[in-house]
């Protein structure tokens, strides 16, 4: 071999040495860059998933936060309305109370109240009111019942008031009473749909 071939064949043998390291490095390369752009990539993606379900939850917020102020706003729209209803239900259960008490069944309502607070206070003494616009039914309610009545000022409209002084008791049957405790509890209570 001469000194050319030589020469040339080590000039081959360089260039494909040179070239499989080039390769090899190319490669290697190639392979820290796919496995930095796959890396990239997932946190990339992470960081999206992250930011959306962020977002999702921001935007759950926001939509549950207004759906909670107009749900308020609804139910203190209802209350109102209902209160409006309430107070029309009770002026026209107030107008039936008077129509009641100008009819002949009031003076036994008082009758059977009357006898109902005697019962209750088995013997012991027992004063019974009337409100003074019932005056002209104490005189025939004293008869009927047998007990003395006594007339107070119109502080309860309708109904009779007894107190039992041995037993510290009032027993309260005026209207006013009635409609009071009635006024107070009264709801409008729909089913379940509507709660």
């Known amino acids: 071999m001469t000194i050319e071939e030589k020469l040339e064949h080590f000039y081959d043998s360089s260039v494909e040495e040179a070239k499989k390291r080039a390769d090899t490095e190319l490669a290697a390369h190639k392979k820290a860059l796919a496995r930095s752009l796959a890396e990239h990539q997932k946190t990339a993606r992470e960081e999206s998933q992250r930011e959306l379900r962020a977002e999702k939850e921001n935007a759950r917020r926001e939509v549950n936060k207004a759906l909670s102020a107009q749900q308020l706003d609804i139910?203190?729209?209802?209350?109102?309305?209902?209160?409006?209803?309430?107070?029309?239900?009770?002026?026209?259960?107030?107008?039936?109370?008077?129509?009641?008490?100008?009819?002949?069944?009031?003076?036994?309502?008082?009758?059977?109240k009357i006898r109902e607070a005697v019962e209750f206070a088995e013997g012991k003494d027992i004063t019974i009111s009337v409100i003074t616009s019932d005056s002209g039914l104490a005189e025939r309610l004293s008869r009927r019942s047998g007990l003395p009545l006594q007339i107070q000022p119109d502080d309860f409209p309708g109904g009779i008031r007894a107190v039992i002084p041995e037993k510290n008791i009032l027993i309260d049957n005026s209207f006013r009473e009635a409609y009071q405790t009635a006024f107070r509890t009264f709801k409008f209570d729909g089913d379940s749909d509507h709660e």
């Open 75 to 112: 139910k203190r729209s209802q209350t109102a309305r209902e209160n409006q209803w309430k107070e029309t239900l009770f002026a026209g259960v107030s107008k039936r109370l008077d129509a009641f008490m100008a009819t002949p069944a009031y003076e036994d309502y008082l009758l059977k």
